[in-house]
Structures are given as structure tokens and as C-alpha cells.
């Protein structure tokens, strides 16, 4: 449904407040006015962020979407942007990201730190390095090869750490081994 029409764009969903990085995203963008960037979500500084965004040309901010909704629309992209100055401890949209098969550029904190492996499935990027950022976003957007190599790596790991059948098996592991040691 969405393929054609957002093929070749860049993703942040999420919360839309402080601690996701969104003022940092705004930051970026205002470097990078000619890669396309669609947003999607609802929070505190929405109302902010929509203004902002429709001055940009570049900036497409859907607002608050279903979640079905929204990872068709995130499916049809090249990459997610994960600015989050704060620590996140399992980052759901890092997750789902892979699950798409998006690479993931991240900020280099808390799960991102562990979830990200640095120029195979993703970028990781150091709290507060706005010149890297731009970099890396540059970078995955003229390497279109690179991109899909990276994501298809993000769909691998996602079979390999996060799905159902795997956290399963993680969980009775662990159960056994209590069991053992007890």
C-alpha cells in the first residue's frame, strides 16, 4: 500500500518528547534539508514539532498512527533515525525496526549500545555528537546498497535475538539454569 509512495524515506516513530530526541531530530534536520524524513507519533512537544516540521519541506509529521498502520508505512522506508538522549532498556522501536529489516541509526546508549553493531545492522552514533549524526544519515542515504545490506543484516539478527520462539527458548534456558544452580 505504501511501498511506491515513501519508498526512498527515512523514519522516526516513537514518543514525541524530550527524552526521545526529538529536539535533537530537529536539530539534524535543520542541517539536512534534502533528505526526506517522515515522523509519526504523539506527546508533549507535538504540537511544537508539527509546527516546525511544516516549514520544512522534507518533513512529513503524520501525527499519531496506529500501530499496524504505522509499521507498514515504516516498512516502506530506508532506514529509522533513534535519537533518544535517554537510556532506553529494550527499545520496542529498535526492535521493530529490525523486524522490518531496517538499519537503525541510533544514539550510543543504553540498549542501542548493545542492540546496534556498528555498521552491520545499524550506526551507532555518541550522545551529543550532532555533526555525527549528520554523517551517518548522509552516509546510509547515498549508499543505497549499504542500506539494504544493513537491514537485511537488522532482519537477522531480529530471527537470531527477538522473536517469539527464540525469547521462548531464552526464558526456559534460564529457568533450567536456576533450576541447576539451585
Same mark, same amino acid.
Given at each position: 500500500?505504501?511501498?511506491?509512495?515513501?519508498?526512498?524515506?527515512?523514519?522516526?516513530?516513537?514518543?514525541?518528547?524530550?527524552?526521545?530526541?526529538?529536539?535533537?531530530?530537529?536539530?539534524?534536520?535543520?542541517?539536512? *534539508?534534502?533528505?526526506?524524513? &517522515?515522523?509519526?507519533?504523539?506527546?508533549?512537544?507535538?504540537?511544537?514539532? $508539527?509546527?516546525? /516540521? *511544516? $516549514?520544512?519541506?522534507?518533513?512529513?509529521?503524520?501525527?499519531?498512527?496506529?500501530?499496524?498502520? #504505522?509499521?507498514?508505512? /515504516?516498512?516502506?522506508?530506508?532506514? +529509522?533515525?533513534?535519537?533518544?538522549?535517554?537510556?532506553?532498556? #529494550?527499545?520496542?522501536?529498535?526492535?521493530?525496526?529490525?523486524?522490518?529489516?531496517?538499519?537503525?541509526?541510533?544514539?550510543?546508549?543504553?540498549?542501542? /549500545?548493545?542492540?546496534?553493531? *556498528?555498521? &552491520?545492522?545499524?550506526?551507532?552514533?555518541?550522545?551529543?555528537?550532532?555533526?555525527?549524526? +549528520?554523517?551517518?544519515?548522509?552516509?546510509?542515504?547515498?549508499?543505497?546498497?549499504? #542500506?539494504?545490506?544493513?537491514?537485511?543484516?537488522?532482519?537477522? *539478527?531480529?530471527?537470531?535475538?527477538?522473536?517469539?520462539?527464540?525469547?521462548?527458548?531464552?526464558?526456559?534456558?534460564?529457568?533450567?539454569?536456576?533450576?541447576?544452580?539451585?
Amino acid at each position: 500500500m505504501y511501498q511506491g509512495y515513501l519508498s526512498g524515506m527515512q523514519f522516526f516513530y516513537g514518543r514525541i518528547g524530550a527524552e526521545k530526541g526529538i529536539r535533537v531530530l530537529q536539530r539534524i534536520w535543520n542541517e539536512i *534539508d534534502d533528505i526526506p524524513l &517522515v515522523v509519526m507519533g504523539g506527546g508533549p512537544l507535538e504540537d511544537d514539532f $508539527k509546527a516546525w /516540521a *511544516d $516549514k520544512k519541506p522534507n518533513v512529513y509529521f503524520l501525527g499519531y498512527t496506529p500501530h499496524e498502520q #504505522c509499521m507498514a508505512i /515504516a516498512k516502506a522506508g530506508e532506514f +529509522v533515525v533513534f535519537p533518544s538522549i535517554w537510556y532506553e532498556g #529494550c527499545s520496542m522501536v529498535e526492535i521493530e525496526s529490525e523486524s522490518l529489516g531496517l538499519p537503525l541509526i541510533a544514539t550510543d546508549l543504553g540498549f542501542s /549500545a548493545e542492540a546496534v553493531n *556498528d555498521g &552491520v545492522n545499524g550506526v551507532k552514533v555518541p550522545l551529543g555528537d550532532m555533526h555525527g549524526w +549528520v554523517t551517518a544519515i548522509r552516509g546510509l542515504w547515498k549508499e543505497p546498497e549499504l #542500506c539494504k545490506k544493513m537491514g537485511m543484516n537488522a532482519r537477522r *539478527d531480529y530471527e537470531d535475538k527477538y522473536t517469539p520462539e527464540n525469547n521462548y527458548q531464552q526464558l526456559i534456558n534460564i529457568y533450567q539454569s536456576t533450576l541447576e544452580r539451585g
